[in-house]
């Protein structure tokens, strides 16, 4: 810690000076994480806070297009990205055109798209969702098919519990893809002991491993309401980092998988986006009215 003190005192002292909060992600590393944020969460949890801070900046420690969805709610808010590379693999696997395309192939269906998209993504959607509200939004949506984009594992898991027929886009999550089912098994051979719990992003064979799936918050919860004596969590590797200190009966089973984008954001960015006021994120108006009303109305039906 004590390397990094110079940095939280800084960034600390310039987000008093700016009138800044810092909302940060749970993948965000420990010194982030416990060092600088005001708050953190999960996709959901960081939309709804980004419509709640009475701050003038807003510092997103997360990728991309956590930082957008804060632009959309908050357009009257400077939104900082301290490292404008730090995308996601499903942002990337769809466009607007993506969007219109799969609408064409099942007319009359309902788009909910995944939060892990770009906001000209999400204006060519009915709604959003995230990993912890996506059965609620899909049985809530009209008709009897429901188009799920970009994520296929998330939707493949989705249309397990949901009541509609759930068809979607091919894309994946790069950190959740590699886990296997095969591996897991054999993690709890050997350790017949261990809780595997997992993200809905990864497949629905290793879903069906885990004892139990939710979002990074939910994940999170259950591990503090449960308290197992060892934990494997299926998911990114920063979430067992930034947990593991308030929870010393629980021993966390390596190894996890990081995700590249995430980890692009580092003090040393976030002082330096703080500093020069650098990195502001900016939504074309028309995309981001279009945009707010798919998360408004996910939002909406959340709470
Ligand atoms: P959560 O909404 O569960 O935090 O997931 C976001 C994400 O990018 C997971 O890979
Ligand atoms: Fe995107 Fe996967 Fe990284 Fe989450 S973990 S930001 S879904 S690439």
């Known amino acids: 810690w004590a390397i990094y003190a110079p940095y939280v005192r800084a960034i600390n002292q310039l987000k008093a000076e700016r009138n800044a ?55 009257e808010k400077t939104v900082l990205m301290p490292d404008m590379a730090a995308g996601c693999s499903l942002a990337e696997s769809i466009t607007a055109e993506g969007v219109a395309e799969i609408r064409a192939k099942y007319p009359g269906a309902p788009v909910v798209s995944y939060v892990n998209t770009t906001a000209e993504v999400k ?123 308030e929870l010393p009966e629980v021993e966390f089973a390596k190894p996890c998988n990081m995700c590249p984008y995430m980890k692009k954001i580092t003090l040393e960015k976030v002082l330096y986006a703080l500093h020069t006021m650098t990195g502001q994120v900016e939504v074309d108006a028309a995309v981001a009215k279009d945009a707010r009303r798919a998360v408004q109305r996910m939002i909406d039906l959340s709470q």
């Open 21 to 75: 909060v810092v909302l940060a992600h749970n993948y965000m590393t420990p010194e982030i994480f416990h060092g600088i944020s005001d708050v953190v969460g999960d996709s959901l949890q960081l939309a709804i806070e980004a419509t709640k801070v009475d701050a003038d900046v807003i510092v997103q420690c997360g990728v991309h297009f956590m930082a957008e969805t804060s632009k959309i709610l908050s357009p």
């Open 123 to 245: 204006a060519a959607s009915d709604i959003c969702c995230t990993s912890a509200n996506a059965v609620q939004i899909v049985d809530a949506m009209p008709g009897d098919t429901v188009i799920m984009t970009p994520d296929q594992f998330l939707a493949q898991n989705v249309a397990a519990q949901s009541k509609k027929k759930v068809v979607w886009w091919e894309g994946s999550c790069i950190v959740h893809e590699l886990y296997t089912a095969e591996d897991l098994r054999a993690y709890r051979e050997a350790d017949p002991d261990v809780k595997i719990i997992a993200h809905p992003e990864c497949t629905p064979a290793v879903v069906a491993e885990a004892d139990f799936t939710g979002s990074t918050s939910g994940i999170i919860k259950w591990v503090h309401d449960n308290k197992p004596a060892k934990a494997m969590l299926v998911t990114e590797c920063s979430m067992a980092s930034n947990i593991s200190d």
